[in-house]
């Protein structure tokens, strides 16, 4: 069995000891990161009605859908939304077996309303959203792959991963998931699209985050200014559990409190005015956009979970990097994972499995080589298992 498994030493600036860094974060509520997290839970959807009927995942791609954005007029007190937002489901599943039509529209129209309704809780999803599916038959010749007992590689395609996360990595994925997570309780008037972008220049971090509030719980300018300021205090309060490097938090610097412009949405959704989204625009699959690591342009969310190499082989290059660190902590200073395929080959038999690694002072690489072409070869031994793992949400694209 040809695994390619190539382990090399990285000569390159550690992220942390470079001097400026530039990392992104689109929140759950940003139409690109809905567009992805509803390409998502519909490829589970199917995936789901598949094993129930047949006992194994059928050929299936929902990595395409559109968010166009709707029309509302929001005021402090509460606004009124205008126009739908109108959201399609596209794609290519298998619709058909032995002659009997799937379910396969209404269990993609059902988890997308499930989605919405979990994720954006201030919409009214029946009202302010229409919802159409477009999502065809699959192609028979990837099909033809699809069904051999070897799980082939239905592309030629290549997965990255990175770790450790920096400290700015880490500050900005911690800010959006506790605006989105935890502080929901307190500031119910901030929606749920938040878009985090931090920069770095040496030991100085700045965040700014964009934070769409909902109108109906902000009275008037005063009470937004007090909720802005809570904010920031909350979030610096948070940054400081993972860095000692200075913080500054900007929230909704678009906003100009003396002409009357501020980020107030009826549904803490920017879709509401006009913004627009689409699958594989927004977050990688570690959770953030990051200009200054390697990245793959995938778009892995709504891929199937099976044979998709542009899905399975981000999150495994994801997977071999944190454990290649945490396993060697204190030799292992930063680790790049890349894993290319060729299309009609076993999934676990990549074209190439690199590693290139940063060794930490007074290690050699020679002395991790071995044990990394183990933990890399083990990894893709059981890729299998990943598929396991998404359709039970075990593990996230975006």
Known sequence: ??????????????????????????????????????????????????????????????????????????????????????????????????????PYRTAAIQAAHNYLTTTCTNLNVDAD?????????????????YDTQKHLANDTSFGVGFAPFSELETVVLQTEQLINGPLKRDLKEVGQDIKVMGVRHDDEMRLTVAAAFVDKYVPDKDHYRSVVEELRERLLDNAVKYTDRSVKVDINTGDNYDAGIFYLTVTGLSWENGDDGSVGRGNRVSGLITPYRPMSMEAAAGKNPVTHVGKLYNLLSFD???????????????????????????????????????????????????????????????????????????????
């Open 1 to 102: 069995m040809a695994r390619n498994i190539y382990v090399e030493e990285l000569i390159h600036t550690p992220i942390e000891q470079q001097s400026s860094e530039i990392v992104e974060r689109k929140g759950i509520g940003h139409p690109d990161s809905i567009a992805d997290g509803l390409a998502e839970i519909v490829s589970r959807a199917l995936s789901k009605m598949y094993l129930q009927r047949f006992g194994r995942i059928l050929h299936h791609n929902t990595d395409q859908v559109e968010v166009v954005g709707g029309q509302s007029a929001p005021k402090f007190g509460g606004g009124v939304f205008l126009e739908p937002a109108y959201i399609l489901l596209v794609g290519r599943a298998t619709t058909m077996v032995n002659g009997e039509r799937l």
């Open 320 to 398: 071999i990097a944190d454990r290649l660190v945490r396993e060697h902590q204190g030799k292992v200073k930063e680790v790049w994972v890349r894993i290319v395929s060729q299309i009609g080959n076993p999934i676990d038999e990549p074209q190439a499995a690199t590693a290139q690694i940063i060794p930490e002072k007074g290690t050699h690489l020679s002395s991790l080589q071995k044990d990394a072409e183990a933990l890399i070869d083990e990894e893709l031994e059981k890729i299998y298992k990943m598929t396991e793992r998404i359709v039970e949400g075990k593990v996230h694209c975006f």
């Open 129 to 145: 959203v229409t919802l159409d599916c477009k999502i065809g038959q699959g192609s028979v010749d990837l099909r033809g792959l």
